[in-house]
């Protein structure tokens, strides 16, 4: 099992046998925060893990306790026990949030904010399935603008099955980069509502299943930061219903949770659209990037793959000064909208599950779900 532990000095990721113990836990925790006395909340929101009263003997799992892909918040216990017994460690991560704004307007400004807020409430259709992730409008200046989002979530868990590229999945574009010695491909995620959230921990924590816990990491910033994330700003929708929503397994993730990500892990965001080729940024500025792609209604990954090499060896962060590497990816994206790898989400045509209607657009299917109550859609002929 892996999972995050969060501590007064940082954080850092844990790896325990299946069958660990209380004792193998503890260990663990003393060794990476050199805290001798803890406190363990987990979950969201985040609850109390007594360690107290749990066997020492018996495996974790076998108690109920399931660590793997999670986030542990550690504190002491000798400073949970001088603070007010409703402390919420969320507190440190509004301040660490509150200093990164700061120090990185571009990517959580006021501005910024207000641009969402003013999109979110002129909004004439609540569905998405795309704009969750990438702007509705053009960027002038690429290199500079984080663009603004005209749905944040859906009102309601619809769901969309994408219709299969063969013609990609048969002959994926690829640029040959010998001065930076492999070649740039899109790895593909799989199309299980948590592609965003994929496409992401495939490149910043390559190897773990994390995405409960980016989704855990959404949630937790958002309650510790409700000045900044109003119910305007998240599409009329309550914190808490935004929280308990955007941590089920069918909801999408899109701007809000890449400006939250890329703040959390300190790292620079790309988002190349491909229909459009526009390139969206997130925290931008910091010394390192990864670069997602955005076809309308999912997200993949770019790498860049070793000569002859597997791809466990994929390099998917690089450093920002690195523009190569980006200029190349909106070559390898241009490449993928000559082969029709996006959704045009005004436009396409997509059959109704239930009934089998076909409705153009979001707004068709918005209205189609309105009027019949069926949620769930696929791509149409």
Known sequence: MRFRVRGPTGQSIITLNDDATVGDLSRAITKETSLSAFEIKIGYPPKLLDLDNLSIAKPLSDQGVKLNGEQLLVTSRETTQTNSSNHDPRQVDSASTDRQSKSHPQAGSTKQIGAMKNAAGSSSSNFSFGDLGSASSAVKDTKSSTSTASKMAPAANLS??????????????????????????????????????????????????????????????????????????????????????????????????????????????????????????????????????????????????????????????????????????????????????????AAFKIRCKQCGAICVGEMGATEHASKTGHYSFDEGP
């Not at 740039?184 to 994929?198: A, G, T």
């Not at 914190?239 to 941590?247: A, F, H, N, T």
């Not at 925290?283 to 999912?298: A, F, L």
């Open 160 to 345: 969309l099955s994408r219709k299969s590229n063969a013609n990609t999945l048969n002959d994926p574009p690829e640029i040959v980069l010998p001065d930076q010695g492999g070649t740039l491909v899109l790895r593909i995620m799989p199309d299980d509502n948590s592609c965003l959230f994929r496409a992401i921990a495939s490149a910043i924590m390559p190897g773990l299943d994390t995405m409960n816990e980016l989704r855990s990491v959404v949630a937790q910033t958002i309650q510790a930061n409700s000045a900044v994330y109003s119910k305007a700003v998240l599409d009329n929708k309550d914190p808490d219903d935004y929280c308990r929503w955007i941590q089920t397994e069918d909801a999408w993730g899109g701007q809000i949770e890449l400006n939250i990500i890329s703040n959390h892990f300190d790292i620079e965001i790309c988002s190349i659209d491909v229909q459009t080729l526009r390139i969206d940024r997130y925290n931008e500025g910091r010394p390192k990037r990864c670069i997602v792609v955005y076809s309308g209604i999912h997200y993949d990954t770019i790498a860049l793959s070793p000569f002859d090499a597997p791809p466990e060896f994929d390099q998917k962060t690089f450093d920002t000064t690195n523009e190569v590497i980006l200029g190349s990816a909106v070559e390898l994206c241009q490449m993928l909208k000559g082969k029709g790898y996006y959704t045009d989400t």
